[in-house]
């Protein structure tokens, strides 16, 4: 899919990162009200980004991995479009089984704000050989209360807490959500809290 950036100054003055975002941290740079500024952890604590920057799509509080940032405005509505993939790695309660991702790969349905939705048909796969993560400061779960899958999910779409909905929708509650990829960009070695610049993202469209 090409996005035309074409409109964009050729030397634009915006600033555009990529973050991984840890758990237990919200995905904003601040708080305006003083509870939550003195209870909850964010994303301006991590890095001196420059004004105006802006996170495109969030993750939950508990949910960790890739982040872009940006500064453009125009950049973040072709991301958070359909047509930019944005892949997840789930820890689920539970053994995967085919079944399940012929559900999840099909769209299942889920409650946004009081209202069903059935999600777009998407892609979803097991990982038999758990994926290397940085580990949590504090375990997801003790093995001792039953076994637990991983698996990939890539969706078009991001609606609110989307992938913890559609494998509770087939019986797997999430346990650990991590994105490691929007579009071109990859989580790669990027260590929680890490953040990156991007040089250059008019090429990555063209």
């Given amino acids: 899919m090409t996005i035309d950036l074409s409109s964009a100054e ?8 990529l973050l991984h975002k840890p758990a237990g941290y919200l995905s904003q740079f601040v708080s305006a009200f003083p509870r939550e500024a003195r209870t909850k952890r964010f994303l301006g604590a991590l890095h001196d980004f ?5 996170a495109v799509g969030r993750l939950d509080e508990d949910s960790e991995g890739l982040l872009l940032l940006t500064t453009d405005g125009r950049l973040s509505e072709a991301v958070r479009s359909r047509h930019m993939e944005k892949e997840y790695y789930a ?5 995967l089984t085919d079944d399940a991702l012929a559900q999840l790969r099909q769209g299942v349905d889920i409650s946004i704000h009081g209202t069903r939705y ?4 998407c892609q979803a796969h ?7 993560l940085a580990p949590r400061a504090r375990p997801v779960r ?17 609606k609110f807490r989307q992938v913890r909905k559609m494998t509770a929708a087939v019986g797997l509650p999430t346990l650990r959500l991590v994105r490691v990829r929007i579009g071109p960009w990859h ?11 991007l040089a250059d993202v008019a090429g990555v469209f063209a």
């Avoid at 420059?50 to 802006?54: A, F, L, S, V």
């Avoid at 059935?118 to 048909?121: H, L």
């Fill in 50 to 54: 420059p004004p105006g920057i802006m």
């Fill in 91 to 95: 820890q689920v309660d539970g053994l």
């Fill in 10 to 17: 050729p030397t634009s003055p915006h600033r555009h990162f």
């Fill in 118 to 121: 059935r999600t777009n048909p």
């Fill in 142 to 158: 003790d093995d001792r209360h039953g076994p637990t899958s991983w698996l990939s999910l890539t969706l078009t779409e991001g």
């Fill in 187 to 197: 989580l790669g070695d990027l260590l929680p809290g890490q953040v990156r610049e």
């Fill in 126 to 132: 097991a990982l038999i050989t758990p994926p290397t």
